[in-house]
């Protein structure tokens, strides 16, 4: 079993930056692929980003590619989300996710654990 925390979210101007965190328990870790996803209301949850657990391997939607950064320290059990140069349509709940098995992926359904959101809020 894996647990997950998102931390870090908050209200934003345009323009502005956030650093999301997500802590994980359990011991194996760095066995996880580990993913970004977010959810705007009214709209489907949608892949943002993902770090394979093998040789950090990283994958971004088009939407992000170039703002945000999504890193992971094993050590401490953490992987972040930089999210620079913010727009209004990043407004959204940021949720973590971990799968084990797998590479990095941007299907949902390849995620195994799922942490309870953090509340990202853009103003323009």
């Known amino acids: 079993q894996v647990q997950l925390v998102e931390s870090g979210g908050g209200l934003v101007q345009a323009g502005g930056s956030l650093r999301l965190s997500c802590a994980a328990s359990?011991?194996?870790?760095?066995?996880?692929?580990m993913g970004w996803f977010r959810q705007a209301p009214g709209k489907e949850r949608e892949f943002v980003t993902t770090i394979s657990w093998i040789g950090g391997s990283t994958y971004y939607a088009d939407s992000v590619k170039g703002r945000f950064t999504i890193s992971r320290d094993n050590a401490k059990n953490t992987v972040y989300l930089q999210m620079n140069n913010l727009k209004p349509e990043d407004t959204a709940v940021y949720y973590c996710?971990?799968?084990?098995?797998?590479?990095?992926?941007?299907?949902?359904?390849?995620?195994?654990?799922w942490g309870q959101g953090t509340q990202v809020t853009v103003s323009s």
């Open positions: 359990g011991r194996t870790f760095s066995r996880y692929t």
């Open positions: 996710a971990a799968s084990f098995g797998v590479s990095a992926s941007p299907v949902k359904s390849d995620y195994n654990y």
